[in-house]
Structures are given as C-alpha cells and as structure tokens.
Nanobody, 112 residues
Framework: QVQLVESGGGLVQAGGSLRLSCAAS????????MGWHRQAPGKQRELVAV???????NYADSVKGRFTISRDYGKNTVYLQMNSLKPEDTAVYYC??????WGQGTQVTVSS
C-alpha cells in the first residue's frame, strides 16, 4: 500500500496561485497514473487532473487553462500548479493513484 502525503494548501485571494505537492512512498510510483481530486462542502468529489505514465494529462473543464499537473519521477512527487484561482476552487484536494490510494487531503481556500 502506497502512502501519499499532500502539502501546499492554504488561503489565497481570488486571482492568486498555489502549488500543491504530493509525495508518494514506495517503489511503484512509476507505474501509476496520478491524479488530483477535490471535494467542496456539500458537493460531490470530482477529478480535477490526471497525469499518465506516458505524460498525457487530462483536466476537468472547470480548471483547463488554469491548472497544470506534473510529476517528478526522481522525487516520487506529483504537483498541481493552480493559477487564477477562483472562490469556487475552494475544496479539500486529494492526491490519488490509479492503484486506488488516496492521500489525507489538503485544504485550499480562495477568498473573494
């Protein structure tokens, strides 16, 4: 079972930026697709971005052009660069693997 530890969340004003990081333990990092999900209060959890082992990325329509997912195999880490943040981006963000692992989540709050 892999362990995922997220960091980088916080409070930011609308229009600002944050970068989330997710450090993965274990030696299986290179075989998984990695993703970021989020869940806002009272809303369903949604997939925000995913990066496959090929390097191919996919994004939710709501974040396209603003968020960028990347991964560093040397550091077993996946990142989510979030720019032009909006209040509706406020949520707990979770790092996930295609193997079914989830991190504990990091809170992102965007004030208007």
């Amino acid at each position: 079972q892999v362990q995922l530890v997220e960091s980088g969340g916080g409070l930011v004003q609308a229009g600002g930026s944050l970068r989330l990081s997710c450090a993965a333990s274990g030696t299986m990092f290179s075989i998984w697709s990695m993703g970021w999900h989020r869940q806002a209060p009272g809303k369903q959890r949604e997939l925000v971005a995913v990066i496959h082992t090929s390097g191919t990325t996919n994004y939710a329509d709501s974040v396209k052009g603003r968020f960028t997912i990347s991964r560093d195999y040397g550091k077993n880490t996946v990142y989510l660069q979030m720019n032009s943040l909006k209040p509706e981006d406020t949520a707990v963000y979770y790092c996930t693997t295609s193997g079914g692992s989830w991190g504990q989540g990091t809170q992102v709050t965007v004030s208007s």
